[in-house]
């Protein structure tokens, strides 16, 4: 399992994705989740995945095979439209999970994967999609600015009351970095490194790029003032009418 969110704001975008893939008493692997292409100038696109592993990394090679490929005729290069990339990359994924039917069938159905696709492309404004295992796709909007895969629940609480369009790229970043350590406190198989991306608006590439190991000093910090925080207001908070 993985936990990958992408907010969609008026100044930008900002995506954050752990490294988890499976997790045991003696046995944790890490994968990164956050897929950079090497586009054309006019465009930036990143794709974050949950899901298994081999459909994801399948569907990775795939879109990278096709961007080095000159003569294909639908790649993350030549296609117009963010919106076009997300069914793109949607269809890769039905097909590659139909090739692994038997493997499916054998693995209980688990042979699914997710994706988020975020970018921008010159001209057009800054997206972000989340595309289904069936390979269908929805966009984040005004009245649902992020979209998260994987082990969404436990980050999702945070986003909700603090995500809303007009909030700065910095606070937006700070807040999928807390809503990712309520994710990694309440489950195991959720874990660092952790990336975090930002594109500002009307950008062609990425603007800053950051990785939290498990050990890093602000990482820390701010998961520790998040706590004392929340303690701290647990405490002041309305008493009943029988509390003394």
Not at 43 to 51: K, P
Not at 81 to 86: G, V
Request: proline share 3%; charged share 25%.
């Amino acid at each position: 399992m993985t936990y990958c969110v992408a907010i969609r704001l008026e100044a930008g975008l900002v995506l954050a994705s752990d490294s988890r893939t499976s997790a045991g008493v003696d046995d944790i692997s890490i994968y990164s989740k956050m897929h950079h292409f090497r586009t054309a100038g006019d465009r930036v696109v990143v794709l974050m995945s949950a899901g298994n592993l081999a459909t994801t990394q399948a569907v990775i090679k795939q879109i990278e095979r096709d961007l080095a490929d000159d003569s294909a005729e639908r790649t993350v290069d030549k296609l117009a439209h963010l919106d076009e990339i997300a069914r793109y990359v949607g269809e890769i994924s039905s097909r590659v999970q139909g090739d692994f039917s038997g493997q499916a069938e054998q693995n209980g159905g688990l042979m699914q994967a997710s994706f988020l696709l975020s970018g921008q492309i010159a001209g057009q404004p800054h997206e972000a999609f989340l595309v289904y295992p069936e390979g269908n796709y929805i966009a984040a909007s005004k009245e649902k600015p992020f979209l998260q895969i994987g082990e969404t629940k436990y980050g999702k609480p945070i986003l909700d009351r603090i995500i809303e369009p007009g909030v700065s790229l910095a606070r937006a970043a700070r807040c999928a970095m807390l809503s990712m350590d309520a994710s990694i406190r309440s489950n195991l198989s959720v874990g660092p490194p952790i990336e975090l991306v930002l594109i500002e608006a009307d950008s062609t590439s990425v603007t800053r790029r950051c990785k939290f190991d498990a050990d890093d000093a602000w990482m820390k910090g701010l998961s520790e003032a998040w706590s004392d925080g929340l303690k701290k207001l647990f405490l002041e908070l309305p008493r009943f009418d029988w509390e003394e």
